[in-house]
């Protein structure tokens, strides 16, 4: 006698077995909604996309239910979001990763990634030393200017401007020499715009010898 297990086959109690067990762990993950508020700010500046509802996901999951029999035959929360943005007949995933980046590279090559909170502008968090020498600050296609928020070297977020030339101009000033008395090892130049993003005094560059 030989016995051969073989896999249950798809059916509308396996589906919604399955749902139930995805659903929290995909729908609402934080990935997901990353996702979600990501497709609002292009939904905002682009005709062509409809924001993404709670129910667009779930709806798409239990598609991809339909045809499965266990977890890891589900796509991840990013494929899921590709495939209901193709609802409108476009490359929706594309645009948004176009128009909305997770992430934005400064000049200095250090890659911050980009928050879309519901209700108030995207934004980056950074140290002060990552921006100098920058006039402006990392702008997306969707909305433009992020607003950037700057921390100390603890970390410590200490000031949060979309005008980074008016930061520098008219606060930076004041916020250097208190910085400059807590953190002396780090580097505070009097002109922000000229100098290098090096974050220590030691990383600067030697003076030339006479």
Not at 20 to 36: D, G, K, L, M, S
Not at 137 to 153: K, Q, T
Request: aromatic content about 8%; glycine content about 6%; charged content about 20%.
């Amino acid at each position: 006698i030989e016995a051969t297990r073989l896999a249950a086959p798809p059916s509308p109690a396996t589906a919604a077995v399955l749902f139930e067990a995805a659903r929290e762990r995909i729908v609402f993950a934080p990935r997901t909604q990353a996702w979600v508020a990501r497709v609002a700010v292009v939904a905002a500046h682009h005709d062509t996309l409809r924001p993404v509802s709670t129910a667009d996901i779930e709806a798409e999951l239990r598609r991809l239910c339909t045809n499965a029999t266990a977890l890891s035959e589900l796509p991840g929360a990013r494929q899921i979001m590709w495939r209901v943005l193709k609802r409108d007949g476009i490359a929706g995933g594309p645009l948004v990763e176009q128009l909305a980046p997770a992430t934005v590279t400064l000049r200095a090559d250090t890659e911050l990634t980009v928050n879309y909170p519901p209700d108030e502008p995207p934004f980056v968090t950074g140290f002060v030393q990552d921006f100098f020498g920058s006039r402006c600050g990392p702008l997306i296609a969707a909305g433009g200017a992020l607003a950037v928020r700057l921390c100390a070297p603890s970390g410590r977020p200490v000031y949060v401007t979309q005008d980074l030339a008016g930061f520098w101009k008219h606060h930076y000033p004041t916020l250097r020499a208190d910085l400059a008395r807590r953190y002396p090892d780090h580097h505070w130049p009097d002109d922000p715009l000229s100098a290098p993003p090096i974050r220590l005094q030691r990383e600067l560059p030697a003076a030339p010898e006479d």
